[in-house]
């Protein structure tokens, strides 16, 4: 397949689960993410389509609380050709706050390789809590619902027949970075062992 009809790889998972790296382990093995902060998230959508958006529907524009109803979301006109039009030549977005507006998504980009970064809920919840932007809580038990939160939306993903694959970041750093190799043959790409474990800082990840 030639690499301009490759499908947009959306990167999505409830924040402190591991999509940065995931962004950043497809970088390492050809993806394009374009003009990226350093969380590997492309700014351009994220800031003048994604936080609007969020905030136009009345929910918080970073993702904590608020939530916004999933169910109750209606499909966007223009939305696919907005969020290519501020990609570029990038064909790999990775945001959270997608599993909250999924249902968005999905109508614009039926044919994108979805890959879901999950994470224990306790873990999510101990990292939030170590986070100084992660703000709306304060107790370990309401970031753990919160968490609990997005995976039933990344389920309900699922079970709508996006094509979507699973990833675990925790498995590739504590364990084999061969748990990142389904998501990035899911996304089109080639495996690169060695570029992937360049990117894998084991120091960093609290596990």
């Known amino acids: 397949m030639d690499e301009s009809d490759r499908p947009l790889v959306l990167v999505t998972g409830c924040a402190r689960s591991g999509t940065s790296l995931t962004a950043q382990v497809l970088q390492a093995c050809g993806a394009r993410l374009g003009r990226v902060n350093k969380l590997f998230e492309h700014t351009g959508v994220r800031d003048r389509l994604v936080k609007p958006y969020l905030s136009s529907i009345g929910a918080d524009p970073l993702g904590q609380h608020p939530l916004p109803d999933t ?84 389920a309900r993903l699922q079970e709508s027949g996006a094509d979507c694959v ?35 800082q084991r120091a960093r990840w609290h596990a």
């Not at 039926?110 to 932007?133: E, G, M, N, Q, Y």
């Not at 925790?170 to 495996?191: F, I, K, N, Q, S």
């Open 166 to 200: 699973d990833v675990w970041p925790h498995e590739a750093v504590t364990e084999d970075v061969e748990a990142y190799r389904p998501v990035v043959e899911h996304a089109g790409l080639d495996w690169n062992r060695e570029a992937v474990e360049r990117v894998i």
């Open 71 to 154: 169910d109750s979301l209606q499909p966007v006109p223009g939305w696919r050709d907005q969020v290519l039009q501020r990609l570029g030549d990038a064909d790999c977005y990775k945001g959270a706050k997608m599993a909250l507006m999924w249902p968005v998504w999905a109508d614009a980009f039926p044919d994108a390789k979805w890959v879901l970064c999950w994470r224990d809920v306790d873990d999510i919840a101990a990292s939030c809590k170590r986070t100084a932007f992660m703000q709306a809580y304060s107790e370990h038990d309401d970031w753990a619902c919160w968490a609990l939160e997005y995976h039933a939306r990344m």
